[in-house]
């Protein structure tokens, strides 16, 4: 019946349906965002309770309404629409908040956080490897512009430093995680994360358990300090931060889509799901773990670059396992492998504290217990990872 | 003329427990072994020796013309083994073509370029993929070819198998190996699959399966030459005819023991 109907359509038709499904998508999102940045921005009490009430009633009617459903269908059948409406939508917002100090800072942290997450989907959700040591590589990350911050190099060099340092940092334990499975591989990050906190703070070329201060990022010579009006406009010191962190989040959702919808990513998930299966086929399980491994961590580090510069210091303690935790908390909030619901959780995890001010003694109590209801009730996360379909790709490689 | 495969007292060890005990066997090209023997006799583990996932403890391999003793599942796979298992190993969640893929990407271009940046490549390899996996599993079950974007695991279990014997062909192996691929169906369904990889074999010649199977039936239909397998030994090998009057078989069968 409805292919019938479907092959009946004209183009001209065909096309009108396509915009307005566009349209409505584009729609969505926006409207999304806009909730969003009203939670970001919002201090009453009252607005932030209604806000959290309204975003929770969406998420439940979403899934329970059929409605609900067409739309999220709708959404995973235009992936290009959505990336566009949320980059639109974010630069409306920053555009909008643009004097706004608090607000930024949490949005360039969300950013920045959900950066990292998608490090650690590569690398957990995708290849299977653990790593409990997210805070580890995301600190190492923010020592590289300490330390190199201040010798001329160009930052966006520096940025690149710190990926390959927290990578190259990496393969110290990279053979222990590789020879070892499960828990075994898990405590082992746990073990460095440990380690490199302890070297950090006994090491005195790098400050010690004070730490060091991190220049401020500068762009081909414009220090972002510095930055306090563009045009006609005053802005918040921290609107270039939120921006440039939303544009490495972006470059890393390019990064892991590229991936998960491409060979690669058919072996890391045939490597994680099943490696007899996998090897018996002719993949190389420590090629692909160390692959995922690598790319993460690079990933975490660049992220954590820039928040380093963006806070001015880094410390041992930025290195400390309840933030690794933390980072984990999210991709399991959020939904393994799916790298908007790490979005949702950064916010979920990193702001809603901030906002209720009932909730912020209790925040760990809360985050454990929040982590538990999800693994009990909804395993696969908020907004679980759709099933990879590559029929659309294949498609386009016959013309 | 030497043989695809050729293995001579072939050994393996579990600490004390003897699962293959020197085995010689061999398999022609485009030839059909029928693999049978009770259970625990030592098919599977036979297999996994082959596929490198146990490193056998004496004995020599050759396939072809290389030395696969104690070579890694990755080369084993690159030299044209493939395997069906005994237990399902499908990745439920994910499409059947996926799965199927995972066969053959030991033969397109894995690098991190063509996956990141050079995307009309990749593009082209996968149309290429999928029309592949489109028109071998039409042989198995046309159902399967119109819904290879489907999740495995909403398949039926004898849909399943044929997945399984998909992925195995894909990458165009020169042996395979079907370990009990018609475990938990019914008679019927049985002939179904069988009817399928006798009509898949007229178009591959070249390609040498060894096949383990319970059902006789099965094994006198489709296999050129049996071996019979008891405590890891080989116990018999010849023409099916024989292998029902033999009388170290019919002990073996009816529970004589050593
Ligand atoms: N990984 C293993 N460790 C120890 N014993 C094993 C292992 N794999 C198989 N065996 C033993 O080897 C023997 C042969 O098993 P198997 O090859 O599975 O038999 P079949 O497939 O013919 O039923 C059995 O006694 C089994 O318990
Ligand atoms: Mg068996």
């Given at each position: 019946?409805?292919?019938?109907?479907?092959?009946?359509?004209?183009?001209?038709?065909?096309?009108?349906?396509q915009?307005?499904?566009?349209?409505?998508?584009?729609?969505?999102?926006?409207?999304?965002?806009?909730?969003?940045?009203?939670?970001?921005?919002?201090?009453a009490?009252?607005?932030?309770?209604?806000?959290?009430?309204a975003?929770?009633?969406?998420?439940?009617?979403?899934?329970?309404?059929?409605?609900?459903?067409?739309?999220?269908?709708l959404?995973?059948?235009?992936?290009?629409?959505?990336?566009?409406?949320?980059?639109?939508?974010v630069?409306?917002?920053?555009?909008?908040?643009?004097?706004?100090?608090?607000?930024?800072?949490?949005?360039?942290?969300?950013?920045?956080?959900?950066?990292?997450?998608?490090?650690?989907?590569?690398?957990?959700?995708?290849?299977?490897?653990?790593?409990?040591?997210?805070?580890?590589?995301?600190?190492?990350?923010?020592?590289?512009p300490?330390?190199?911050?201040?010798?001329?190099?160009?930052?966006?060099v520096?940025?690149?430093?710190?990926?390959?340092?927290?990578?190259?940092?990496?393969?110290?334990?990279?053979?222990?995680?590789?020879?070892?499975?499960?828990?075994?591989?898990?405590?082992?990050?746990?073990?460095?994360?440990?380690?490199?906190?302890?070297?950090?703070?006994?090491?005195?070329?790098?400050?010690?358990?004070?730490g060091?201060?991190?220049?401020?990022?500068?762009l081909?010579?414009?220090?972002?300090?510095?930055?306090?009006?563009?045009?006609?406009?005053?802005?918040?010191?921290?609107?270039?931060?939120?921006?440039?962190?939303?544009?490495?989040?972006?470059?890393?959702?390019?990064?892991?889509?590229?991936?998960?919808?491409?060979?690669?990513?058919?072996?890391?998930?045939?490597?994680?799901?099943?490696?007899?299966?996998?090897?018996?086929?002719?993949?190389?399980?420590?090629?692909?773990?160390?692959?995922?491994?690598?790319?993460?961590?690079?990933?975490?580090?660049?992220?954590?670059?820039?928040?380093?510069?963006?806070?001015?210091?880094?410390?041992?303690?930025s290195?400390?396992?309840?933030?690794?935790?933390?980072?984990?908390?999210?991709?399991?909030?959020?939904?393994?492998?799916n790298?908007?619901?790490?979005?949702?959780?950064?916010?979920?995890?990193?702001?809603?504290?901030?906002?209720?001010?009932?909730?912020?003694?209790?925040?760990l109590?809360?985050?454990?217990?929040?982590?538990?209801?999800?693994?009990?009730?909804?395993?696969?996360?908020?907004?679980?990872?759709?099933?990879?379909?590559?029929?659309?790709?294949?498609?386009?490689?016959?013309? | 003329?030497?043989?695809?495969?050729?293995?001579s007292?072939?050994?393996?060890?579990?600490?004390?427990?003897?699962?293959?005990?020197?085995?010689?066997?061999?398999?022609?090209?485009?030839?059909?072994?029928?693999?049978?023997?009770?259970?625990?006799?030592?098919?599977?583990?036979?297999?996994n020796?082959?596929?490198?996932?146990?490193r056998?403890?004496?004995?020599?391999?050759?396939?072809?013309?290389?030395?696969?003793?104690?070579?890694?599942?990755?080369?084993?796979?690159?030299?044209?083994?493939a395997?069906?298992?005994?237990?399902?190993?499908?990745?439920?969640d994910?499409?059947?073509?996926?799965?199927?893929?995972?066969?053959?990407?030991?033969?397109?271009?894995l690098?991190?370029?063509?996956?990141?940046?050079?995307?009309s490549?990749?593009?082209?390899?996968?149309s290429?993929?999928?029309?592949?996996?489109?028109?071998?599993?039409?042989?198995?079950?046309?159902?399967?070819?119109?819904?290879?974007?489907k999740?495995?695991?909403?398949?039926?279990?004898?849909?399943?198998?044929?997945?399984?014997?998909?992925?195995?062909?894909?990458?165009?192996?020169?042996?395979?190996?079907?370990?009990?691929?018609?475990?938990?169906?019914?008679?019927?369904?049985?002939?179904?699959?069988?009817?399928?990889?006798?009509?898949?074999?007229?178009?591959?010649?070249?390609?040498?399966?060894?096949?383990?199977?319970?059902?006789?039936?099965?094994?006198?239909?489709?296999?050129?030459?049996?071996?019979?397998?008891?405590?890891?030994r080989?116990?018999?090998?010849g023409?099916?005819?024989?292998?029902?009057?033999?009388?170290?078989?019919?002990?073996?069968?009816?529970?004589?023991?050593?």
């Amino acid at each position: 019946m409805e292919t019938a109907q479907l092959t009946g359509t004209r183009p001209a038709e065909v096309v009108r349906t396509q915009g307005l499904h566009r349209l409505l998508v584009a729609a969505i999102v926006a409207l999304l965002f806009a909730g969003g940045g009203f939670l970001l921005h919002s201090e009453a009490q009252g607005e932030v309770i209604a806000l959290l009430a309204a975003f929770v009633a969406i998420f439940v009617f979403a899934e329970r309404l059929s409605a609900g459903r067409r739309a999220i269908a709708l959404c995973r059948a235009h992936p290009g629409t959505v990336n566009l409406a949320a980059a639109v939508s974010v630069l409306a917002i920053a555009a909008v908040l643009r004097e706004e100090h608090y607000t930024l800072l949490m949005m360039a942290t969300v950013a920045l956080f959900a950066t990292a997450a998608a490090g650690l989907t590569l690398q957990m959700a995708f290849a299977g490897v653990p790593n409990f040591a997210g805070a580890g590589f995301f600190a190492i990350g923010a020592y590289v512009p300490a330390v190199l911050g201040g010798t001329g190099i160009p930052h966006l060099v520096v940025l690149l430093i710190a990926g390959c340092a927290a990578a190259l940092l990496g393969l110290a334990i990279l053979l222990p995680v590789l020879r070892t499975r499960g828990h075994y591989a898990a405590l082992v990050t746990i073990a460095f994360g440990l380690l490199l906190r302890s070297f950090l703070e006994v090491n005195d070329v790098l400050g010690g358990p004070q730490g060091m201060k991190v220049p401020a990022f500068s762009l081909f010579g414009l220090s972002f300090a510095r930055i306090t009006e563009i045009g006609p406009y005053d802005v918040s010191f921290y609107l270039p931060y939120a921006l440039a962190g939303c544009a490495l989040f972006a470059l890393a959702f390019f990064v892991v889509r590229r991936l998960e919808t491409s060979f690669v990513g058919l072996a890391f998930d045939a490597v994680r799901s099943d490696e007899v299966a996998a090897s018996v086929f002719g993949l190389s399980i420590a090629r692909w773990k160390a692959t995922a491994f690598l790319i993460g961590n690079a990933m975490i580090g660049v992220a954590g670059a820039l928040y380093g510069m963006m806070n001015g210091f880094v410390n041992p303690n930025s290195a400390n396992f309840g933030d690794s935790l933390i980072m984990l908390s999210i991709l399991v909030l959020g939904g393994f492998g799916n790298l908007w619901g790490a979005v949702v959780a950064s916010v979920v995890i990193l702001v809603i504290p901030e906002k209720l001010q009932a909730i912020q003694e209790y925040r760990l109590v809360i985050f454990a217990l929040l982590v538990i209801a999800i693994l009990r009730f909804r395993p696969s996360g908020l907004m679980p990872r759709a099933t990879r379909d590559l029929s659309a790709l294949a498609m386009g490689g016959q013309r | 003329m030497s043989p695809l495969l050729a293995c001579s007292g072939l050994t393996m060890r579990f600490g004390g427990l003897t699962a293959l005990d020197s085995l010689d066997i061999a398999v022609g090209t485009g030839e059909t072994v029928g693999l049978v023997g009770p259970n625990g006799s030592g098919k599977t583990t036979f297999f996994n020796v082959l596929t490198g996932l146990y490193r056998p403890s004496e004995g020599a391999v050759r396939f072809e013309a290389s030395d696969l003793f104690g070579r890694s599942p990755q080369e084993i796979s690159r030299a044209g083994v493939a395997r069906t298992f005994q237990r399902s190993r499908l990745m439920l969640d994910q499409t059947v073509f996926d799965n199927i893929a995972l066969g053959a990407l030991g033969r397109v271009d894995l690098g991190l370029l063509p996956a990141l940046v050079f995307r009309s490549r990749f593009r082209r390899d996968l149309s290429a993929l999928v029309e592949k996996a489109t028109a071998l599993t039409r042989r198995f079950n046309p159902h399967i070819a119109a819904s290879l974007f489907k999740p495995a695991g909403s398949f039926t279990m004898i849909d399943r198998r044929r997945i399984e014997i998909c992925r195995a062909l894909i990458g165009g192996p020169r042996l395979l190996l079907l370990d009990e691929p018609s475990a938990g169906m019914t008679h019927e369904e049985t002939r179904h699959l069988m009817d399928d990889l006798l009509a898949f074999r007229e178009e591959m010649p070249d390609l040498a399966i060894v096949l383990v199977e319970h059902e006789m039936d099965v094994i006198r239909r489709i296999s050129d030459r049996c071996v019979v397998l008891n405590f890891g030994r080989k116990i018999f090998e010849g023409a099916f005819d024989a292998l029902l009057a033999d009388p170290d078989v019919q002990t073996a069968y009816l529970g004589g023991s050593q």
